[in-house]
């Protein structure tokens, strides 16, 4: 993502949203839990944008200038796509190298395939050549079938942007 990408703050209630910008390299802070006036905090002093279906948390946000999306439904592609018409995002596009850990949102770096043997499946260190690992939590990825889905679902997206 370029320096100019948007960064987002996402309610509690849109995990899996909050996940897939992650993926698709949009810093993207997340908590499970918190309270409404952390997350406006956090939102304000950071500068990020609010992304939740919260009525009155979007109303406090407009109050203190903070930019904010408010989401409805719960399908993913139509999510993002209510984001983009408020935040205009680059081409959605999905690689290793602008990707963030799904869980803790820092980068993924490219790592030897010889440092993860031990640490995923057999049969995934047979299959593929190229790993990468999220230096905060230890996560580590693969280009397999997750990834292929996530593909699917960009192609889907970008159609929906068009």
Same mark, same amino acid.
């Given at each position: ?14 995990? @899996? ?57 719960? @399908? ?8 983009? +018409? ?58 397999? +079938? ?17």
């Amino acid at each position: 993502m370029s320096v100019n990408s948007p960064i987002f703050i996402i309610d509690s209630m849109l995990g @899996n949203l909050a996940r897939k910008l992650r993926l698709l390299g949009y810093d993207s802070t997340y908590f499970p839990s918190i309270d409404d006036k952390k997350l406006i905090n956090i939102a304000k002093n950071q500068r990020r944008v609010l992304v939740t279906k919260d009525q009155q948390l979007i109303n406090t946000a407009k109050k203190q200038d903070i930019d904010v999306v408010c989401i409805q439904g719960d @399908n993913e592609i139509e999510q993002i796509a209510q984001i983009n +018409s408020i935040i205009k995002l680059n081409k959605i596009e999905i690689t290793t190298s602008n990707s963030r850990c799904g869980f803790c949102n820092n980068m993924l770096e490219s790592i030897e395939k010889y440092r993860v043997t031990g640490k995923i499946p057999d049969g995934v260190l047979e299959r593929f050549e190229e790993f990468w690992i999220c230096k905060r939590c230890n996560k580590i990825y693969w280009e397999g +079938s997750h990834f292929e889905k996530l593909q699917k679902f960009v192609t889907q997206l970008n159609d929906r942007l068009k």
